[in-house]
């Protein structure tokens, strides 16, 4: 293909859906605008140019035929499919906590959800003063948890996830953090008082200020699993937010204290989930997209477990 032939996509999104699907992965941004035709002639919209941040989904705005704000999300041939789960999450939280679910069409792999405004996340309110972020995050994980028996009978789990991991011997990821990792999952992910249908990607820039609720969150994954595992997705991204900043263990450990307190887990548990987590992300960018791999593991170290 030629080097332009995208050039009205972010090319974060680009470069992803090519190296992280192929073939296949081509094809769809081929397609895709045709997908959007028939997702605006099926639902009687007109979608915009899409988010300049993109970089895994098309996500645009748009705008239904009596004037409303809406957002177009489609997935790319990424598998599993996880819009399906974050469709079904949606459902079941029926706006509550939550971006609303206004539509699907599943042979598009596209969901159709409300538009928030003033829709900033945390990252963009906090950006000069990131601890403040804790709080309303601590409020809105409070918000959003749900029992696991809300979940879907076909709900992913984070024991998925896990299995994922299963062929790293076969491959030249570091040995010692993923032993390490599986340690701390198999002897954590046992306490069942713990299990929840979680968000599964919940971190700053899923959550945002909203004119119907202070915050709400955005792209859930859906997924059954220990709520130690929510709360390290957002320490981990609460620790790359900080990156390159002097002294970032104090800020780290302020974090951890108040999810802590807030959800009962002791903070020794919440520092050994994140480590676990850094190191489960890092395995899917190695086995994902070997070529854009960064050797970032070594950062589940900043846990001092």
Same mark, same amino acid.
């Given at each position: 293909?030629?080097a332009?032939?995208?050039?009205?996509?972010?090319?974060?999104?680009?470069?992803?859906?090519?190296? $992280?699907?192929?073939?296949?992965g081509?094809?769809?941004?081929h397609? @895709?605008?045709?997908?959007? #035709?028939?997702?605006?002639?099926k639902?009687?919209?007109i979608?915009?140019?899409?988010?300049?941040?993109?970089?895994?989904n098309?996500?645009?705005?748009?705008?239904?035929?009596e004037?409303?704000?809406?957002?177009?999300?489609?997935?790319?041939?990424?598998?599993?499919?996880?819009?399906?789960?974050? =469709?079904?999450y949606?459902?079941?939280?029926?706006?509550?906590?939550?971006v #609303?679910? @206004? !539509? /699907?069409?599943?042979?598009? #792999? !596209?969901?159709?959800?409300?538009?928030?405004?003033?829709?900033?996340?945390?990252?963009?309110?906090?950006k /000069?003063?990131?601890?403040?972020?804790?709080?309303?995050?601590?409020?809105?994980?409070?918000?959003?948890?749900?029992?696991?028996? #809300?979940?879907p009978?076909?709900?992913?789990?984070?024991?998925?996830?896990?299995?994922?991991?299963?062929?790293?011997p076969?491959?030249?990821?570091?040995?010692?953090?993923? /032993?390490?990792?599986?340690?701390?999952?198999?002897?954590?992910?046992?306490?069942?008082e713990?299990?929840?249908?979680?968000?599964?990607?919940f971190?700053?820039?899923?959550?945002?200020?909203?004119?119907?609720?202070?915050?709400?969150?955005?792209?859930?994954?859906?997924?059954?699993?220990?709520? $130690?595992?929510?709360?390290?997705?957002?320490?981990?991204?609460?620790?790359?937010?900080?990156? $390159?900043?002097?002294?970032?263990?104090?800020?780290?450990?302020?974090?951890?204290?108040?999810f802590s307190? =807030?959800?009962?887990?002791?903070q020794?548990?919440?520092?050994?989930?994140?480590?676990?987590?850094?190191v489960i992300?890092?395995?899917?960018?190695? =086995?994902d997209?070997?070529?854009?791999y960064?050797?970032?593991?070594?950062? =589940?170290?900043?846990?001092?477990?």
């Open positions: 293909m030629e332009n032939t995208f050039d009205h996509l972010p090319q974060e999104l680009v470069k992803h859906v090519s190296i $992280g699907c192929g073939e296949r081509v094809d769809w941004l397609a @895709l605008p045709e997908v959007i #035709r028939h997702l605006e002639s639902w009687a919209v979608v915009d140019e899409p988010f300049s941040g993109v970089e895994y098309f996500v645009a705005p748009a705008t239904t035929i004037g409303e704000p809406v957002v177009v999300k489609i997935h790319p041939p990424w598998d599993p499919i996880e819009i399906f789960d974050e =469709a079904a949606l459902r079941a939280r029926d706006g509550h906590a939550c #609303r679910l @206004l !539509a /699907e069409d599943k042979p598009s #792999r !596209a969901i159709l959800l409300e538009r928030l405004f003033p829709g900033q996340t945390l990252t963009e309110l906090f /000069e003063s990131k601890s403040n972020a804790i709080s309303p995050a601590v409020a809105t994980l409070r918000a959003v948890s749900m029992l696991a028996s #809300r979940a009978a076909n709900a992913p789990t984070v024991d998925d996830w896990f299995k994922t991991f299963d062929r790293f076969e491959t030249d990821f570091p040995k010692h953090y993923a /032993e390490k990792a599986f340690a701390i999952y198999n002897e954590l992910s046992g306490q069942t713990r299990i929840f249908y979680i968000h599964g990607d971190h700053p820039g899923n959550v945002v200020d909203s004119d119907r609720c202070p915050y709400l969150v955005i792209d859930p994954k859906g997924i059954v699993g220990h709520l $130690g595992y929510e709360i390290a997705a957002f320490l981990n991204n609460f620790n790359w937010w900080h990156e $390159g900043e002097d002294d970032l263990k104090p800020v780290l450990w302020d974090a951890v204290e108040q307190g =807030a959800f009962g887990i002791p020794i548990e919440l520092r050994r989930w994140a480590y676990a987590q850094m992300g890092a395995w899917w960018n190695y =086995a997209m070997p070529e854009l960064d050797g970032s593991v070594v950062k =589940a170290d900043i846990w001092d477990v």
